[in-house]
């Protein structure tokens, strides 16, 4: 059986072994019947990393990162390390392996499934059958421009400086993300930025219009200001597909737009780099983080993970296939009324981690895709 490609998994603290090992088996799973196997490593990031060799990545990891077609993480984090120096806290290492892989757009899909529309903060009617996309720009703008600070200006008085800059190259990169991600979904991509009161906001839309017109014309593009954004995501959600946008915004945006699918349990994320002739670093991991206050009781919800590693099928080996067939596992348990507590509703059955991989493994089993 031929190996395609190779993976680095990073459990990480607290929950994050317990719903990897989850995917895990949806690995073995694939390995068996759908004739996918990976070269897999895995590796410690965050609080176990420091416990082992005393920082919270070590340069070993790193580089299996860097020599990695996909990285798929867990969670970091936990009161165990809450009173480590900065640079040694579990956090750091997530903050290095995204600076040295490069990853400037970040992906944020906000699906609802049908079997947890209730679970919405809106009205079932408004997010049935949602599907959206956000990309993020994540190492441009102004969490990281130059000048930036907290002076002092005399006379009692202090200045908090912070600067959001982006240059073509930044832009264009992240919106041809957009573009090509689009084209494989609804062909519409909404630019999201404040061109009516900020410099780089105008660039930011002169340079998607020029790249659109030059190499996406075929498809569709919007213009939107971002507070209307705000507004729009909760009024009427269902009218985007893709939406690009600044660190900013995006970090809002898609924080605002995962609370459209109700849980933090559900939600998978990606990260990935530039292209070139090796691939394109990408790395995979859920929203939520290593929630301590349930670790180590089996009760975590692993679907955010699954549909995590759903998106490296997708995205870093072109699986479509076998991407489409675990989100449909997800849907197919969702459906029959299984529910982590995190998801509970009245009427549904209770179960823990590992049960819940059962019983994708079972809806796998049934080649429901
Ligand atoms: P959290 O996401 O870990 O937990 C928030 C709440 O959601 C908790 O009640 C938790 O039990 C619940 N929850 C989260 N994921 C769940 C899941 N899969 N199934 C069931 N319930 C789930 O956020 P927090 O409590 O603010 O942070 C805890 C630790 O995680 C901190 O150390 C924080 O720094 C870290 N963190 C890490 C990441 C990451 O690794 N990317 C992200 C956020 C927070």
Redesign the pocket.
């Known amino acids: 059986m031929a190996q395609i490609g190779k993976l680095l998994l990073l459990p ?5 072994p317990e ?1 990897m090992a989850q995917v895990r088996r949806l690995i073995d799973w694939l390995a068996t019947h759908r004739d996918v196997q990976f070269a897999i490593e895995e590796g410690l990031i ?1 609080g176990s990393a420091y416990d082992d060799c005393g920082a919270p990545l070590s340069d070993a990891t790193m580089a299996s990162a860097m020599a990695a077609d996909a990285v798929l ?7 165990k ?2 009173a480590l120096p900065f640079d040694k ?3 750091r290492g ?1 903050l290095r392996i995204r600076k040295e892989m490069g990853l400037f757009a970040n992906l944020r899909p906000a699906i609802v499934f049908d079997a947890l529309a209730d679970a919405s903060s809106l009205k079932r009617d408004r997010v049935e059958g949602l599907d959206i996309l956000i990309v993020r720009e994540l190492t441009g703008g102004i969490y990281f421009g130059e000048p930036k600070g907290i002076e002092d200006i005399g006379g009692g008085q202090r200045r908090g400086v912070n600067t959001q800059v982006y240059t073509t190259e930044e832009i264009v990169r992240v919106g041809r993300v957009a573009f090509e991600l689009a084209k494989k979904r609804g062909r519409r991509v909404c630019s999201v930025e404040k061109s009516n009161v900020m410099e780089s906001g105008l660039l930011w839309r002169e340079e998607i219009t020029k790249l659109h017109g030059a190499e996406y014309a075929d498809m569709e593009l919007a213009h939107m200001y971002a507070d209307n954004c705000a507004m729009q995501l909760v009024r009427a959600p269902k009218q985007f597909d893709v939406i690009v946008t600044d660190n900013l915004f995006g970090d809002m945006l898609s924080d605002e737009a995962a609370m459209l699918t109700g ?3 559900m939600l998978p994320s990606a990260s990935l780099g530039q292209a070139d002739a090796g691939g394109r670093k990408a790395l995979y ?10 670790a180590g009781q089996g ?7 699954v549909l995590s590693f759903a998106m490296l099928l997708r995205y870093s080996f072109d699986r479509q296939a076998e991407a489409d067939a675990i989100e449909a596992a997800v849907r197919d348990v969702l459906d029959g009324g299984m529910r ?4 509970l509703q009245p009427g549904m059955a209770k179960v823990s ?1 590992s049960v819940m991989g059962d019983a994708l493994l079972r809806a796998l089993d049934k080649g429901i895709a």
């Open positions: 990480g603290d607290g929950i994050g719903v965050g993480l867990g969670a970091v984090g936990g009161p390390w809450d806290k579990p956090e997530l849980s933090l349990g991991e859920p929203v939520h983080g290593s929630a301590p206050d349930i009760i975590a919800n692993p679907l955010a993970t982590t507590a995190d998801i981690t």
